[in-house]
């Protein structure tokens, strides 16, 4: 390997650069290749990159076996072999229960809980390659809304009327779910998001906005380790594990004017790396949408509640927007967002105490 190494320093040609990359690769690429030729092969890798994901505090020795599985996964989940496909009621009852399976952030209740998600008024798709044909890879639901929804509890309503589709002015995703851990680090979600708008304003020519109601699962998590040295956040931590605090009118108000602030500031300013410190935010304002509205008790459920207080927030996608937005991002990490969102995070006690020591300094 040295002397090839050697050979392109001396001479950068074309050949002695594939004969490098020859002289790199790892055999075990090779041994991999062989077995995702055989029957059920894919699966079996798919399966093995997983466990080998769970080792890694065991055996940081295995980040290049995990390395040439991800290359070689990467390529073999690429959009060119993905299959979108609509789930609905017919679809086979072994695909419907993987979906109660996988789900991960709305659970589905049962199978009357998956029937509501897939009538009328709703939506799912998912990507299925060839290799896996009952394994979803990742799966969108839709709810089809007059208006933007602010709250997640009215979609998932058991009993809740069925609406009728045509007069849907709004597309809310509400849930997106990657099912296989040993694809973690494939991107499928921007292409799935991207595909169903455009398959949807295809279908319903009334639809004008596209918009998620997500989550914010690092929000309380941020506030816990912003409380130290912070009395006014150390309280309003200990507020919020009341029980049902959200339920006195009075509690909630002034919580609300808090926790709406200090939100908007997280989604904005504390960054992972160069990047937003929120996982869901890094990958919305990664495709291109933009941020648009918090929603105050979006989720009230036990979940919501302990990840993010209960806000939920909405991103936009405006196809004719979204290469401008990602190439913002992208290049100058630039996120896109109601000005709406500035004036509130100006306006929170993490920015007002930083605007303070400032002061002083």
């Known amino acids: 390997m040295g ?26 690429q090779e041994l991999f290749r062989r077995l995702n030729t ?14 080998l994901l769970k080792t890694f505090a065991e055996r940081p020795h ?3 076996i995990d390395a040439d599985l991800a290359h070689l996964l990467g390529s073999w989940f690429n959009r060119g072999f993905l299959v979108l496909q609509r789930i609905d009621w017919r679809t086979p009852a072994l695909v419907l229960e993987k979906l109660i399976q996988y789900e ?25 390659h060839p290799a896996l044909p ?33 007069s849907a002015n709004c597309a809310i995703f509400y ?50 380790a912003m409380a130290g040295g912070r009395p006014q956040l150390a309280e309003l931590l200990a507020r919020l594990e009341a029980p049902r605090w959200f ?19 997280y989604l904005l300013h504390p960054k992972q790396g160069a990047e937003p410190l929120d996982p869901v935010a890094r990958f919305h304002l990664g495709n ?28 936009v996608y405006r196809l004719e927007d979204l290469e401008r937005n990602h190439e913002a991002y992208a290049k100058d990490r630039r996120i896109v967002a109601s000005r709406r969102f500035e004036v509130l995070a100006r306006d929170s006690l993490v920015a007002r105490g930083e605007s303070a020591a400032a002061a002083l300094a």
Not at 11 to 26: G, T
Request: hydrophobic residues 40%.
């Open 3 to 28: 002397r090839v190494a050697d050979a392109y320093r001396r001479d950068p040609s074309q050949v002695n650069l594939v004969r490098l990359q020859r002289a790199v690769e790892p055999p075990r």
């Open 38 to 51: 055989a029957a059920g092969g894919t699966g079996v890798l798919v399966e093995m990159r997983r466990r």
């Open 62 to 64: 295995y980040a290049g």
């Open 104 to 128: 991960a952030v709305h659970a589905i209740q049962g199978w009357p809980d998956l029937r509501r998600r897939l009538q009328a008024d709703r939506r799912c798709y998912a990507f299925f």
């Open 134 to 166: 009952e394994e979803p890879i990742i799966f969108i639901e839709v709810a089809l809304t007059r208006g933007m929804s602010a709250r997640v509890q009215p979609l998932l309503e058991l009993d809740s009327p069925v609406a009728d589709p045509a």
């Open 175 to 224: 849930s997106i779910t990657n099912c296989q851990e040993g694809l973690r680090g494939v991107s499928f979600g921007n292409l799935l998001i991207k595909q169903v708008a455009e398959d949807l304003g295809r279908e319903f020519r009334r639809l004008k906005t596209f918009a998620t109601l997500s989550p914010i699962p690092g929000f309380r998590k941020w506030l816990a």
């Open 247 to 265: 339920e006195d009118r009075a509690v909630a108000k002034e919580m609300q004017r808090q926790l709406v602030r200090l939100c908007a500031y």
């Open 288 to 315: 291109g949408a933009r941020l648009e509205k918090l929603n105050w008790l979006g989720d009230t459920s036990v979940i919501g509640m302990r990840r993010s207080a209960g806000l939920m927030v909405n991103y």
